[in-house]
């Protein structure tokens, strides 16, 4: 017999407890302040998101300008230091506003939770307008006080790397855009912070990490989008044909990661299909 019959024969004395699925459409979220919160929370922590990010790779490819006098390609913080912003800053917002609006900071990220249930429609098509808007207005920040660098180092838009197609380009979106969601399901298990009580504290961790491990991989391709909010952030101030040529793959793909990381975590690692079926049986 193994663990999960274990758990499945002994249902009741479990030590842990899902949460009940969210409703499809919750009008009552929209007379409670604590929803207008979390949506404040989620434009502000994209918002902070895109300012130190698209600030980073401008600045590098500043110091790294083979045109300006006394620069070489040694200078500069180098992918590595970009990966590990992309992923710090996530770390940081995500640990700040967690309890708030469950850190999303991200339409992938909240279009996997919504697929999983674990968010109204309401709140996710909200969660998605105020990401969006604070990745502009972070991006306008970082273009209203360094323009002419902005402008000269193309403004940390997302584009597809000369040499590669577009279908590798949305491939590397799916493959990065699912290890992100399949670590947020993962790092925020109820079945796992119940045998493990550190975990609630460590999720940000595992989760900006693997956006730093998702950067180092995907930056050469596409300059790493897995979030459409960042990549529309930088294409709507810098406004340039290339980005919005390559925009529909830094949607498209993440939205396929995300919604194959709620089905393989939901459906798969927890068997939700399974135990909503013995449910059933034992009710009939």
Known sequence: MG???IEQGEYSAKDYHDPPPAPLI???E???WSFYRALIAEFIATLLFLYVTVLTVIGYKSQ?????PGTNECDGV??????????GMIFILVYCTAGISGGHINPAVTFGLFLARKVSLIRALLYMVAQCL???CGVGLVKAFQRSYYVRYG??????????NKGTGLGAEIIGTFVLVYTVFSATDPKRNARDSHVPVLAPLPIGFAVFMVHLATIPITGTGINPARSLGAAVIYNNDKAWDDQWIFWVGPFIGAAIAAFYHQYILRAAAIKALGSFRSNA
């Open 3 to 5: 663990k999960d019959d």
């Open 26 to 28: 919750d009008v009552e």
């Open 30 to 32: 929209l007379a409670k």
């Open 64 to 68: 790294t300008d083979p045109n300006k």
């Open 78 to 87: 180098g992918i590595l230091g970009i990966a590990w912003a992309f992923g």
């Open 134 to 136: 604070g990745a502009i």
């Open 155 to 164: 403004g940390g838009a997302n584009e597809l790397s000369t040499g590669y």
